[in-house]
Nanobody, 119 residues
């Protein structure tokens, strides 16, 4: 079993930056990819960015491309999302997810961390 714990959310002014972290514990050798999703009030959860754990290949939603960088520290089993030039539309609960080996979907989730961007 893998546990995911997010941190780094908070309140920031528009144009500011935040770095989110997701620490994985447990059977982390069973992870093929990790990613960030977000859910704003009244909206569905949406994909933000993902990274393949072994190759480091990254993926971004158009809404954050060029403003965000996803990275990982395999030794620490931790994934990061550096977000710059934040906008009020980035306000949401950000969730860390993981794709187990043999699965094609994000089956594991953290509890989420709130990001609020004020105008």
């Amino acid at each position: 079993q893998v546990q995911l714990v997010e941190s780094g959310g908070g309140l920031v002014q528009a144009g500011g930056s935040l770095r989110l972290s997701c620490a994985a514990s447990g059977r982390t050798s069973g992870i093929s990819a990790m990613g960030w999703f977000r859910q704003a009030p009244g909206k569905e959860r949406e994909f933000v960015s993902g990274i393949r754990w072994r190759t480091g290949v990254t993926y971004y939603a158009e809404s954050v491309k060029g403003r965000s960088t996803i990275s990982k520290d395999s030794a620490k089993n931790t994934m990061y999302l550096q977000m710059n030039s934040l906008k009020p539309d980035d306000t949401a609960v950000y969730y860390c997810g993981a794709v187990p080996l043999g699965s094609a979907s994000y089956d594991l989730w953290g509890q989420g961390t709130q990001v609020t961007v004020s105008s």
